[in-house]
């Protein structure tokens, strides 16, 4: 029997502790320290497709970038996110090799540069709603608004950002290399950022727009394409809540599809926060399922994969509560 396959989503977020420690090298301490839980996953018998975000850390290249524009010329922002997925992808290749050899686990390990279709005509290019780099108080955000023509965003109460387009992801470029690299046995770091946007022309070939994707939906796409038996988003809480930050607030342990929907409607998840991961992980439930697959969604944080995945915690979505994975 094949071993199971999990594409774990990891936050860009999840990388920086705070605003103050963001630098390369304290943000590989929060990979080494992230990926001790994903290996606890694959010396388990997981097989694994690791996808990452780049919000703040796409945001830091374009800042370098305004403060030295009368120097060199600007970075596009699909260079951007080209620029750190490999950089990212860099962290976690070699933070994974070291915590596996540690564990006297040998497995390959791929760091794929990935491409993600989008539509050119998607509403999303004339409503920017994608929030990127660091967080901002208001005067600040409002400053280069003004001086660089940002358009920005609270960032669910957590403080404002800048926010760039964010368009739905249509096709994974690479997704035959990605599954010939599973076949193989490899570990792949894969989409990150939610992959570099491109369009095709009438022609077939393939052009970088200004824009990013939502690596939750991007995650959510791939797995569905690759059959995954689990899509698992780590977040910076054990478990989804309702209410959250009221007296009233409770944790959520298992969500049908239905139930996660109502919940939505409500609006129950935050816009910059859970809601993307609900709605992407119900998105791969509903796609696998009309596949004739038995998808399932977790969402948790890393240092509690291993008991969520017993069912000790965390929140699933869309699990048969009779099937154990």
Not at 89 to 96: C, D, T, V
Not at 204 to 219: N, T
Not at 233 to 243: C, D, L, R
């Amino acid at each position: 029997m094949s071993k199971p396959l999990a594409v774990v989503a990891v936050g860009g977020n999840a990388l920086i502790t705070d605003d103050k420690h963001n630098s390369i090298n304290e943000q590989y301490v929060c990979v080494t320290d992230c990926v001790r839980y994903l290996c606890d996953m694959i010396e388990e018998g997981w097989e694994m497709l690791l996808t990452h975000g780049n919000g703040p850390q796409v945001g830091f290249i374009l800042r370098r970038s305004e403060i030295s524009r009368e120097e060199v010329a600007p970075v596009p922002l699909d260079y951007a996110v080209g620029d750190t997925q490999g950089a990212i992808g860099y962290m976690f290749q070699k933070a994974l090799k070291n915590e596996l050899l540690r564990r006297g686990i040998h497995k390959p390990i791929v760091s794929l540069v990935t491409q993600t279709r989008v539509d050119k005509n998607d509403p999303a290019f004339s409503s920017p709603t994608k929030p990127i780099g660091v967080f901002l108080d208001r005067e600040t955000a409002e400053q280069r608004q003004n001086e660089l023509g940002w358009t920005i965003m609270d960032d669910s109460g957590r403080g404002w950002r800048r926010t760039v387009p964010s368009p739905q992801p249509l096709e994974i470029i690479e997704l035959e290399t990605i599954a010939q690299l599973l076949r193989y046995g490899c570990i792949v770091i894969a989409c990150g950022g939610g992959g570099i946007p491109v369009v095709r022309d009438g022609d077939g070939m393939l052009h970088g727009v200004e824009a990013v994707v939502d690596k939750d939906l991007a995650s959510a796409l791939v797995a569905e394409k690759l059959g995954a038996e689990l899509l698992l988003i780590s977040t910076g809480v054990e478990q989804v809540a309702v209410n959250f930050g009221t007296p009233e607030q409770r944790g959520l342990d298992n969500l049908t599809i239905a139930e996660a929907q109502k919940l939505l409607k409500e609006g129950q998840f935050g816009e910059g926060s859970m809601k993307p991961k609900v709605e992407a992980i119900i998105d791969f439930v509903l796609h696998s399922q009309a596949r004739g697959k038995s998808g399932c969604g977790l969402i948790t944080s890393p240092q509690a994969i291993r008991a969520a995945l017993q069912y000790k915690t965390g929140t699933w979505i869309g699990r048969d509560e009779e099937t154990q994975l």
